[in-house]
């Protein structure tokens, strides 16, 4: 993942909240989560256009949730992907990299 973030264009990394964060001037592209929270996941969060969320997490719940939402509201219309899946719903990193496009 880091590879896929860094390669784009003014990505900076940094930790923030105890996750990996990749920014582009300060806004936020992506989160890399390992265990957050103790969940036992390897996932990414992203920004995700409108409707995006609903419709890959209804489609396809084995690779696509919900991220918890934040008191202040972030991350409520965020996409997740699980970058641990195995089989048919193992990650794909084309579409990886595209969410964080």
Known sequence: ???????????????????????????PVCYYHDNHRGDGRVSIWCPAP?????????????RF??????ASGAFSSWLGM???????AAVDWTEAAAMIN
């Open 50 to 62: 409108p409707g995006a969320q609903d419709e890959l997490v209804n489609a396809e719940p084995r």
């Open 65 to 70: 949730f919900r991220p918890p939402t934040s």
């Open 82 to 88: 699980y970058l641990d899946e195995v089989g048919e």
């Open 1 to 27: 993942m880091r590879r896929i973030a860094l390669a784009l264009p003014e990505v900076t990394e940094q930790v923030t909240h105890g996750a990996i964060g990749f920014f582009v001037r300060k806004r």
